[in-house]
């Protein structure tokens, strides 16, 4: 069987309200709810295809704030008759929003929702990415969002 590797960045997108309660702006494809994540280009550093898919699937424009984690998984797909394995690694970033139109969405992306943190938690479809956003969380109520630059491309 063949195996295809795949490498994508995203991030958590998060804005506080005037009485400080986080919300992170999630996407929703068919019926699943995600962050926002793509492919990197050849030439590309993780944040950089970060930062750039978020605009796309998001419409919105953002800010890097720091390395959250680096989540893998596999997954079976069938490509012309035959089922192929593939292995995906995605680096996630905290980013604070700073401006954009949710509306301005790209085409694979059917909406796009900000949910308070903790609802975000409970809806999230995918385990791997509910536990990217309780440390999104977790740095966000130590207050760090704007204490440490992003961390040096993972490697």
Do not use: C
Request: glycine share 8%.
């Amino acid at each position: 069987m063949r195996t295809e590797f795949h490498v994508s960045a995203g991030g958590v997108v998060y804005r506080r309200d005037d009485e400080g309660r986080i919300w992170i702006a999630v996407i929703r494809v068919r019926d699943r709810l995600a962050l926002p994540k793509g492919l990197v280009e050849k030439g590309e550093k993780t944040l950089e295809t970060a930062v750039r898919e978020v605009q796309e699937e998001t419409g919105l424009k953002v800010a890097p704030r720091a390395f959250l984690d680096k989540i893998d998984y596999w997954y079976y797909w069938r490509e012309n008759g035959e089922k192929v394995r593939h292995h995906k690694v995605v680096y996630f970033y905290l980013m604070e929003y700073k401006g954009g139109d949710p509306s301005q969405h790209d085409e694979e992306v059917d909406e796009v929702l900000w949910l308070p943190i903790d609802e975000a938690l409970e809806k999230l479809s995918y385990k791997s990415e509910r536990q990217v956003v309780q440390k999104a969380r977790e740095w966000l109520l130590r207050g760090r969002e704007t204490r440490e630059p992003p961390a040096p491309e993972p490697g």
